[in-house]
């Protein structure tokens, strides 16, 4: 009996010391796809996020001295899981990272009433842009919007777009149509004609009958909004129909290694926007590989780490942590909770020199959020595929955010009306 | 012992014909209701309703639409989410035309949208049989979400080509969109879960239950016996497509809050005919034991290592997951084919006799 009292005294105070210890950390949990049909994708990114934590963790002990959680849980980029694991882990969680268009629509109107940031870099609804409409969510540092005028620069540093065809090849989902209201209008302006393609779900494998179109249609140049199987679907699809691959372009997430692999040299000159940039030599790459890749704490391996998609893992959970850092500062309480990190994420200020000084040198352009700018705007840079890796072939591009900044809180202002009653933060004062 | 039958006489036919010859069912279903009227909402948490409690009814509910059309009028149907979405999509264009709708008559009268498409898809069962009908529906979950996705009066003209639930109140309670509590949301699907399943129990050991079982177990001697088989296959698509319109209804506005055309694609269907067919076809019963089993299980599997303090990566997890509920799958399809229901009823026998079989 004596015995057994000892033994639950134990198990009473290791419960207790185990309760105390988890105070002591920064929940932060991801809604990981690690399976499921964009697996391919979404385990690189994964990993990035996870490396990059478990790193601060080893060398920092944390942020701020308390230790960062970045628990996965698990959705298979499907939005039935993607709610069950919000519903999961909102109990204590600071941050929210749904990951999946629709998992973000889900999430969205409900972190209002349950006050969690959601933290949605380079996804999302692009009027969420609009930080005193959407006072929870977060797509910095750049949006869909800011990719399709940074493209519709890039190719207009070409030559003059007026009276050039531009074919907008996407997926036929919210997704997909997120940039068209900004194309659009970019159309007008500039004298060239926009053909949307949509892409169906159940197409993206095969899309023999957009490239015919494509064919017929003989478009200066074919920008895509792809996602999944449908970029290397697209991407071997016109290699096999010959369109020339340097009038090919596409957003960030069109831009995975993989994908481009599979065609090797054939791909050559395909371009895709980006904000982030997988720079090898970044003191930040080192120090992953020093305390997380050595130390065997790491999935990834070396061909996924040279990757634009791990990179840019590494560099979303930079921005957390440079969030939580600015809620810690200003709070003056290493464990902040739900509310101040949303200050926190309001309050980023990515100068060049603060990108030295964490070590990102190269891999993320500088922005500043505040709290009526959700997005930064950051802009990002041109990447062309040189048969064996991504390259950078422009200085820094800046999306012209007044041209749509009218248009988001129109957008905006339509959501909220649609789904009043919607508090908007008031206090706001800033532009 | 438990379910002892002794000393219960039946003095008329129509204590006979009841729908509970044994006491033991009635309390046993008694206990359900006590359940699930009152001790569930009282000790749920939220995550508990909103991955749970409320998918489990929504899911039952259009298995049992399903059910009505496949289990006991014997029509293979393979477009469900398809006639869900055009309740959803009904209840949606209601409420955004009509603001002042109450959303409770919205969503039940969205359900008769859904009909109306039913029978349409219907009309083909009157020459075509068994898996050619199956095709026929097939054309309608394929027709249907393309219809959601390129008519965009549909959703408003949304940017994104999504709806989106508003916040929408009875009397200043809020009943659906982000505002809404869980528990009000659960109630009020329990309560239309509830009415429907006494409607159907009741359809189903009635006249027109007994039409649709004589369909589905050889149309030929039914016509031969008078049934019009016309007015038996379309009554049966007619109700079986209102039921899953209301789950639909259901489906976007008491659970999900947002849905895409996409989301009523095929993989949704073929969930709710696995529900149908692993609970049992031709019995109301199955459908919860089957939504219990696949939509329920795999949650309830997702907590268990932590539960536990075993260290497992969340996709581990999500893997070990899908081995076992497929596994679970399989198993009770060769214990038992006619799926979960029938399970139970040979449960019942034997603990009628129990403990002194013969």
């Known amino acids: ?431 | 012992m438990l379910y002892r039958t002794a000393g219960q006489f039946k003095t008329s036919y129509e204590a006979d014909q009841a729908l509970f010859p044994v006491k033991q069912d009635a309390f046993l279903l008694g206990f359900i209701l006590v359940l699930a009227w009152v001790i569930f909402p009282l000790t749920a948490s939220e995550f508990t309703f909103q991955t749970l409690l409320i998918p489990i009814l929504i899911y039952s509910l259009a298995a049992l639409g399903l059910n009505i059309l496949t289990g006991y009028a014997g029509q293979l149907s393979l477009g469900t989410a398809a006639f869900m979405g055009v309740g959803a999509y009904a209840c949606y264009k209601m409420i955004t035309i009509m603001p002042w709708m109450n959303p409770i008559i919205a969503i039940l009268l969205s359900g008769v949208f859904s009909a109306g498409v039913g029978v349409a898809f219907g009309i083909p069962s009157l020459r075509i049989k068994g898996f050619y009908l199956a095709i026929a529906t097939l054309a309608a979950q394929f027709f249907l979400v393309w219809l959601f996705e390129k008519w965009a009066w549909l959703y408003n003209y949304n940017a994104s080509g999504a709806i989106q639930v508003p916040n929408l109140d009875i009397f200043g309670l809020y009943v659906s969109g982000p505002q809404a509590d869980s528990i009000v949301q659960y109630y009020l699907v329990l309560f239309i879960v509830c009415l429907l399943t006494w409607v159907c129990i009741n359809l189903t050991r009635g006249n027109l239950g007994r039409t649709w079982k004589a369909t589905r177990d050889m149309d030929i001697a039914a016509e031969l016996i008078g049934i019009n088989l016309m007015k038996s296959k379309l009554t049966a698509f007619a109700i079986s497509s209102y039921i899953v319109g209301v789950a639909g209804a259901l489906f976007v506005f008491m659970w999900r809050g947002a849905a895409e055309p996409n989301l009523f694609d095929i993989p949704l269907s073929f969930r709710i005919l696995f529900i149908a067919i692993i609970g049992g076809l031709g019995s109301i019963l199955g459908n919860y034991l089957g939504a219990i089993l696949i939509v329920g299980l795999p949650v309830v599997l997702n907590l268990v290592p932590e539960a536990l303090g075993i260290p497992l990566s969340s996709s581990m997890v999500e893997h070990l997951n899908f081995m076992i509920v497929g596994g679970l799958i399989v198993f009770f399809l060769i214990v038992e084919p006619h799926g979960l229901a029938q399970l139970w009823r040979l449960l019942r026998e034997k603990l009628i006799l129990w403990p002194f079989p013969y």
């Not at chain 1, 308390?66 to 969680?93: F, L, P, R």
């Not at chain 1, 248009?407 to 959501?415: D, F, R, S």
């Open chain 1, 1 to 431: 009996m004596k015995h057994f009292t000892r033994l639950a005294l134990a198990g009473a105070l290791a419960a207790a010391t185990a309760g105390a210890s988890m105070a002591q950390e920064l929940y932060a949990p991801n809604l990981a796809y690690r399976t499921g049909p964009f697996a391919a994708t979404g385990i690189p990114l994964m990993n990035g996020q996870a490396d990059y934590l478990a790193m601060l963790n080893a060398r920092d002990g944390g942020i701020g001295g308390v230790m960062i959680n970045g628990e996965e849980c698990e959705t298979g980029y499907s939005t039935e899981k993607g709610v069950e694991c919000y519903e999961k882990t909102k109990g204590k969680a600071i941050v929210t990272q749904p990951w999946s268009t629709g998992i973000t629509l889900q999430v969205l109107p409900k972190t209002n009433v349950d006050n969690i940031p959601i933290l949605a870099p380079g996804y999302g609804f692009s009027p969420m842009m609009d930080g005193k409409t959407f006072q929870w969510a977060f797509n910095t540092p750049s949006g869909y919007w800011d990719a399709a005028d940074m493209i519709i620069q890039y190719l207009e540093g070409q030559g003059s777009l007026d009276g050039k065809t531009i074919a907008f090849l996407h997926l036929d989902h919210p997704y997909g149509k997120e940039p068209i209201p900004v194309l659009e209008q970019l159309a007008e302006q500039k004298g060239f004609e926009l053909n949307p393609i949509p892409v169906g779900l159940k197409e993206m494998q095969n899309q023999s009958a957009q490239w015919l179109q494509i064919r017929r249609m003989r478009p200066d140049y074919v920008v895509m909004w792809g996602w999944g199987a449908m970029n290397a679907g697209a991407i071997t699809e016109a290699v096999k129909t010959k369109f020339p691959m340097e009038n090919f372009l596409g957003v960030w997430w069109a831009g995975h290694d993989a994908d481009l692999r599979i065609v090797g040299e054939d791909g050559k000159g395909y371009k895709s926007i980006s904000w982030s940039y997988p720079n090898m030599d970044a003191p930040v790459m080192k120090d992953v590989q020093q305390y997380v890749i050595d130390a065997g704490k790491s999935k990834t391996d070396e061909t996924e780490m040279t990757g634009v998609f791990y990179s840019r893992g590494i560099v979303i959970s930079a921005i957390l942590a440079e969030g939580i850092r600015a809620a810690q500062a200003e709070f003056g309480t290493p464990e902040i909770n739900a509310e101040q990190l949303r200050w926190g994420l309001e309050n980023i200020n990515m100068t060049e020199a603060r990108i030295e000084e964490l070590g990102l040198t190269g891999m993320v352009p500088p922005f500043q959020t505040s709290c009526a700018n959700h997005t930064g705007h950051s802009g990002g840079w041109m990447l062309e595929w040189d048969g064996e890796k991504f390259v950078k072939v422009s200085d820094l591009l800046t999306p012209n955010v007044e041209a749509y900044q009218a248009l988001a809180e129109e957008k905006a202002k339509e959501y909220a009306e649609a789904n009043a009653p919607w508090p908007v933060n008031e206090d706001c004062d800033a532009m």
